[in-house]
């Protein structure tokens, strides 16, 4: 067994650990990390960019929301049933975090949002290799803090993962880490960060702590890894739990099969039915993930389907309604070539018909349900009004015109939240809700401040949370330190 020491460990190398790193190192302390991948970054490779509420890009541009708005909102989606203090003290913090970012060497451009009705806080990481951002643009971020971390001292250990949080007494002391060799290392400090990035790769814990069967009814992200070792540890060190969820969304399952563009063309306001045929929203509320997930999640086998014909095909070749900044497609160009390829893969999870009731037969919904909602919804196209759900005008186009085709959709996440109780300077709280001396934790593990769904309306806000209670908790642990 070999022995390091250091003033603070922070346990994975994540958005939320790499921020922790580099703010404690910067305040002078020592500071290790332990990563059980084989590169830094995690999860935060994979995404765009980070909420900032009155950074100097909305305040140049006089985005809304002000600290006090972004404040009102979030507690208003959450109905107040998250830790108010936290959230403030987040979203307080988040618009200087980005200016801490671009001074670590970090480039973004101008703020978006996700859908129309959102707010404009989403700031996208400029790649690196240039070119418009889009999916893993934040992992030129990761590299950045990497790398500033490694000229501030700090030492991070790949393929070394954390097991277990040391205790003398009620006060942590360290952890014990196993080396790739799979030697054990004692590794003794004055505080211990934990940031392992929730359990998403974890289906044991996903159907435990949130009742979702990966694979069944869920086709969430897997990155590789994240298996909830933090929250189990922070568990075993006397932590208190919070509620854990998965952070919804919606889509057709294994989208890479299929290519982003008939996704996203498989995703436009069109008639969404059950499986007992029936309506259950407004169909233009589809470009809010989160709530479309939600909706999606207490139907029957939580699935609907997208139900269109050849008429609203030959359109959406011409041109979306609904445009992604994820996959910004203006269209799909050629319609038919790839529904053929996706027949010639397999593809489980999209039908072609000759008539509403093949169409019924091969999804597996109510026929006699279909048929009425399909009569009932193109009265309402001619008609020009939807006394159910008082969709669009603009969106109300008949289900006529053979053939007619279905994409089924199902939850989707992009991972877990929750699992550590902390309280608003990211100190870690025991059973008894008194903090744990030296622990601390940040990112999704102990994100606990969405309620029972993604604020989707503040856009940015899971990798915005992971940064800041980072770079919260590293400067908070580099001051605890100090009277230690």
Same mark, same amino acid.
């Given at each position: 067994?070999?022995? @390091?020491?250091?003033?603070?460990?922070?346990? =994975?190398?994540?958005?939320?650990?790499?921020?922790?790193?580099?703010?404690?190192?910067?305040?002078?302390?020592?500071?290790?990390?332990?990563?059980?991948?084989?590169?830094?970054?995690?999860?935060? *490779?994979?995404?765009?960019?980070?909420?900032?509420?009155?950074?100097?890009?909305?305040?140049?541009?006089?985005?809304?929301?002000?600290?006090?708005?972004?404040?009102?909102?979030?507690?208003?989606?959450?109905?107040?049933?998250?830790?108010?203090?936290?959230?403030?003290?987040?979203?307080?913090?988040?618009?200087?975090?980005?200016?801490?970012? #671009?001074?670590?060497?970090?480039?973004?451009?101008?703020?978006?949002?996700?859908f129309p009705t959102a707010y404009p806080t989403w700031h996208l990481v400029k790649p690196g290799t240039g070119g418009r951002p889009g999916p893993m643009?934040?992992?030129?971020?990761?590299?950045?803090?990497?790398?500033?971390?490694?000229?501030?001292?700090?030492?991070?250990?790949?393929?070394?993962?954390?097991?277990?949080?040391?205790?003398?007494?009620?006060?942590?002391?360290?952890?014990?880490?196993?080396?790739?060799?799979?030697?054990?290392?004692?590794?003794?400090?004055?505080?211990?960060?934990?940031?392992?990035?929730?359990?998403?790769?974890?289906?044991?814990?996903?159907?435990?702590?949130?009742?979702?069967?990966?694979?069944?009814?869920?086709?969430?992200?897997?990155?590789?890894?994240?298996?909830?070792?933090?929250?189990?540890? =922070?568990?075993?060190?006397?932590? =208190?739990?919070?509620?854990? *969820?998965?952070?919804?969304?919606?889509?057709?399952?294994?989208?890479?099969?299929?290519?982003?563009?008939?996704? !996203?063309?498989?995703?436009?306001?069109?008639?969404?039915?059950?499986?007992?045929?029936?309506?259950?929203?407004?169909?233009?509320? @589809?470009?809010?993930?989160?709530?479309?997930?939600?909706?999606?999640?207490?139907?029957?086998?939580?699935?609907?389907?997208?139900?269109?014909?050849? !008429?609203?095909?030959?359109?959406?070749?011409?041109?979306?309604?609904?445009?992604?900044?994820?996959?910004?497609?203006?269209?799909?160009?050629?319609?038919?070539?790839?529904?053929?390829?996706?027949?010639?893969?397999?593809?489980?999870?999209?039908?072609?018909?000759?008539?509403?009731?093949?169409?019924?037969?091969?999804?597996?919904?109510?026929?006699?349900?279909?048929?009425?909602?399909?009569?009932?919804?193109?009265?309402?196209?001619?008609?020009?009004?939807?006394?159910?759900?008082?969709?669009?005008?603009?969106?109300?186009?008949?289900?006529?015109?053979?053939?007619?085709y279905a994409a089924r959709h199902l939850p989707s996440a992009y991972g877990s939240v929750g699992g550590i109780k902390i309280n608003h300077r990211t100190?870690?709280?025991?059973?008894?809700?008194?903090?744990?001396?030296?622990?601390?934790?940040?990112?999704?593990?102990?994100?606990?401040?969405?309620?029972?769904?993604?604020?989707?309306?503040?856009?940015?806000?899971?990798?915005?949370?992971? @940064?800041?209670?980072?770079?919260?908790?590293?400067? *908070?642990?580099? #001051?605890?330190?100090?009277?230690?």
């Open positions: 067994m070999s022995k @390091l020491e250091a003033d603070v460990v922070v346990v =994975a190398g994540g958005a939320a650990g790499l921020a922790a790193a580099v703010a404690a190192a910067q305040q002078g302390a020592k500071v290790i990390v332990f990563e059980k991948g084989a590169t830094t970054g995690g999860t935060g *490779n994979m995404g765009m960019g980070p909420l900032g509420i009155e950074s100097r890009h909305t305040r140049l541009k006089q985005f809304r929301p002000s600290k006090d708005e972004a404040f009102e909102v979030f507690m208003n989606y959450t109905h107040w049933r998250v830790d108010a203090k936290l959230v403030r003290a987040y979203l307080n913090k988040s618009g200087d975090t980005i200016h801490w970012l #671009e001074d670590l060497g970090v480039e973004f451009v101008e703020p978006a949002s996700y643009s934040s992992a030129t971020m990761m590299k950045v803090l990497t790398d500033r971390a490694k000229e501030m001292g700090v030492r991070i250990l790949l393929q070394t993962p954390a097991r277990k949080v040391l205790k003398t007494g009620d006060r942590v002391t360290g952890v014990v880490a196993e080396d790739r060799a799979g030697e054990t290392i004692e590794a003794h400090a004055k505080a211990v960060i934990i940031a392992t990035g929730g359990f998403g790769d974890n289906p044991e814990m996903i159907k435990k702590f949130t009742g979702y069967e990966y694979g069944k009814d869920i086709f969430s992200f897997r990155i590789p890894g994240l298996e909830g070792d933090g929250i189990r540890m =922070a568990w075993e060190a006397g932590a =208190a739990r919070t509620d854990m *969820n998965m952070e919804i969304i919606y889509g057709m399952p294994d989208v890479m099969a299929i290519g982003p563009e008939l996704h !996203e063309a498989c995703r436009q306001p069109h008639l969404l039915v059950n499986l007992l045929g029936e309506r259950f929203m407004n169909e233009a509320v @589809l470009p809010n993930t989160t709530f479309t997930g939600n909706a999606i999640s207490i139907q029957k086998e939580r699935c609907a389907f997208l139900i269109f014909d050849e !008429e609203i095909k030959k359109k959406m070749e011409a041109g979306f309604d609904f445009l992604s900044v994820v996959f910004p497609f203006m269209r799909i160009a050629d319609f038919d070539k790839a529904i053929h390829d996706a027949q010639d893969k397999g593809y489980a999870h999209l039908f072609v018909a000759d008539s509403i009731e093949e169409l019924a037969g091969k999804t597996g919904i109510d026929p006699h349900g279909l048929r009425k909602t399909v009569e009932e919804y193109n009265k309402s196209c001619e008609g020009g009004y939807d006394d159910l759900f008082n969709k669009e005008h603009r969106y109300l186009r008949p289900i006529k015109s053979p053939k007619f100190e870690v709280l025991g059973k008894d809700w008194k903090k744990i001396p030296g622990l601390y934790a940040a990112g999704v593990d102990a994100c606990s401040i969405y309620g029972d769904s993604y604020v989707f309306v503040l856009p940015g806000n899971t990798m915005g949370f992971s @940064l800041n209670t980072g770079r919260m908790a590293g400067e *908070n642990a580099a #001051e605890y330190i100090k009277d230690v």
